[in-house]
């Protein structure tokens, strides 16, 4: 009888230590999964400043333009996800919010800011960032392209080998003499048709954009509008509350 006593006690025992552990690790299943959700996709129509610093710059972002939670923080960070509406480069506010929610590419635009060649003491190396024309030449593997004119004052690149993109490439000048790509989804393959660029902001810091490729008739004001919105992040430093 002390055997069978002694035999049910350790069995509600090993239940009950089982229920806590069972119990314990939900309760962590569920802590990460709120950590890994506030660090991901987000948005606000908060205007206070986050202030980042990404490869050898600072910028001072409105945190209505930025779409990933973890960077609303601030910090030294790699890269940020940022938004806005074009043609005015609005950020995210109640009055056009409806307009950010509408499915497919519309007036929005996507930039992602991101540092590139940074040494890992953070200090800033020789080597610079990609120019546009070298990642053009490795994306098109330094093939000589075939040149046919295209829309807006671009250039359509048809090559003779395949590329690891189906995108349309086209090619065109800026208004100081400099080179301009942008790839851009061809007509018929995906219901919203976007176009994505890059530029090289400074010697460590590069921006990735995307944009309507409805809108490839202001690729220059796009282009220009980039970089004076990346300018006035920089400048914003005097100019409100950040956390």
Same mark, same amino acid.
């Given at each position: 009888?002390?055997?069978?006593?002694?035999?049910?006690?350790?069995?509600?025992?090993?239940?009950?230590?089982?229920?806590?552990?069972?119990?314990?690790?939900?309760?962590?299943?569920?802590?990460?999964?709120?950590?890994?959700?506030?660090? /991901?996709?987000?948005?606000?129509?908060?205007?206070? %400043? *986050?202030?980042?610093?990404?490869?050898?710059?600072?910028? !001072?972002?409105?945190?209505?333009?930025?779409w990933s939670r973890e960077d609303w923080k601030g910090g030294r960070v790699t890269g940020v996800n940022l938004h806005a509406l074009l043609p005015g480069f609005e950020p995210l506010t109640e009055v056009n919010r409806h307009e950010f929610e509408k499915p497919g590419w519309r007036r929005k635009i996507s930039l992602h800011l991101?540092?590139?060649?940074?040494?890992?003491?953070?200090?800033?190396?020789?080597?610079?960032?990609?120019?546009?024309?070298?990642?053009?030449?490795?994306?098109?593997?330094?093939?000589?392209?075939?040149?046919?004119? /295209?829309?807006?004052?671009?250039?359509?690149?048809? %090559? *003779?080998?395949?590329?690891?993109?189906?995108?349309?490439? !086209?090619?065109?000048?800026?208004?100081?003499?400099?080179?301009?790509?942008v790839t851009c989804s061809p007509e018929g393959k995906v219901p919203f048709p976007s176009c994505r660029t890059y530029i090289e902001y400074s010697k460590h810091v590069v921006v990735n954009y995307t944009f309507p490729k409805a809108l490839l008739s202001d690729w220059l004001r796009i282009e220009d509008g980039v970089l004076n919105l990346l300018q006035k992040f920089e400048n914003n430093l005097n100019q409100g509350e950040y956390k």
């Amino acid at each position: 009888l002390a055997g069978r006593k002694a035999s049910w006690k350790s069995i509600v025992i090993f239940v009950f230590g089982t229920g806590v552990l069972v119990v314990g690790f939900l309760l962590w299943i569920a802590n990460e999964t709120k950590q890994r959700l506030d660090i /991901g996709y987000g948005i606000t129509t908060s205007a206070n %400043f *986050a202030r980042l610093e990404i490869g050898d710059k600072v910028f !001072f972002i409105p945190k209505n333009h930025i779409w990933s939670r973890e960077d609303w923080k601030g910090g030294r960070v790699t890269g940020v996800n940022l938004h806005a509406l074009l043609p005015g480069f609005e950020p995210l506010t109640e009055v056009n919010r409806h307009e950010f929610e509408k499915p497919g590419w519309r007036r929005k635009i996507s930039l992602h800011l991101r540092e590139h060649a940074m040494p890992a003491n953070g200090r800033s190396s020789g080597r610079p960032s990609m120019t546009r024309r070298e990642v053009y030449e490795r994306t098109t593997h330094n093939q000589t392209a075939h040149d046919i004119n /295209g829309p807006f004052g671009l250039r359509l690149q048809k %090559f *003779a080998n395949k590329l690891s993109t189906e995108d349309d490439i !086209f090619v065109g000048t800026k208004r100081d003499g400099s080179f301009y790509w942008v790839t851009c989804s061809p007509e018929g393959k995906v219901p919203f048709p976007s176009c994505r660029t890059y530029i090289e902001y400074s010697k460590h810091v590069v921006v990735n954009y995307t944009f309507p490729k409805a809108l490839l008739s202001d690729w220059l004001r796009i282009e220009d509008g980039v970089l004076n919105l990346l300018q006035k992040f920089e400048n914003n430093l005097n100019q409100g509350e950040y956390k």
